[in-house]
């Protein structure tokens, strides 16, 4: 009996209005892609202000709301997606790197640790007066790590864009990741669970 052989295709509802990502990074561009809605990159000029103090929760959901008002004032027709990530270890928060030295720094602090990762999103449509913020927290689990693998790692600058000074999607940072517990996209830096259900939930009107 020969096999048979079948395709199926998933067909993801469109919006309505224009979508942007208020952000440059190309990992979100990249993640952004697989839920097959059209998009547009306009990169937010809000400023990255870490408010000591501040809940990693409650400062995730503000930046990303702070980066997708900033291109929504700029783009009132569109629907616009803002995002932010930092880590968060022996309640620290920890951005993007400074430079090699501070990349080092984390990295080592990192090393045979565990830590969580907090990914904020926000969702502005100015039209029908809507903004929604939410967050998503995976717990990442380092091996040990020599001085150097860090020195290794940080000289191909891939690090420095990054919050935690580390990519999981990288080639030498996975091979530092031992375990996660959670939504792997989110380490990444866009949960696409939780977009797509914030979508379907506040913005069904914006989805044919």
Do not use: W
């Amino acid at each position: 009996m020969s096999p048979k052989s079948f395709s199926t295709t998933l067909t993801l509802p469109l919006l309505t209005v224009p979508f942007i990502l208020a952000s440059t990074s190309p990992r979100r561009h990249a993640l952004l892609k697989l839920l097959g809605l059209p998009f547009t990159i306009v990169p937010s000029e809000a400023p990255e202000v870490h408010v000591p103090g501040t809940e990693p929760s409650a400062l995730v959901q503000h930046l990303a709301l702070e980066k997708a008002l900033d291109v929504a004032h700029r783009h009132p027709d569109a629907l616009v997606l803002g995002a932010d990530t930092v880590v968060v270890h022996r309640g620290d928060v920890l951005g993007k790197p400074a430079g090699e030295p501070e990349a080092q720094a984390m990295l080592g602090r990192l090393s045979g640790e565990a830590h969580c990762v907090y990914t904020g999103l926000a969702l502005v449509h100015l039209p029908s007066a809507r903004r929604v913020a939410v967050h998503e927290t995976t717990d990442v689990f380092f091996a040990e790590m020599s001085e150097s693998e860090i020195a290794a790692y940080v000289a191909t600058g891939s690090p420095l864009d990054k919050a935690g000074a580390y990519g999981i999607q990288d080639d030498r940072g996975a091979l530092f990741v031992r375990r996660i517990e959670g939504d792997y996209y989110n380490v990444v830096g866009l949960p696409l669970h939780l977009l797509y259900r914030t979508l379907r939930t506040h913005f069904p009107d914006l989805m044919e």
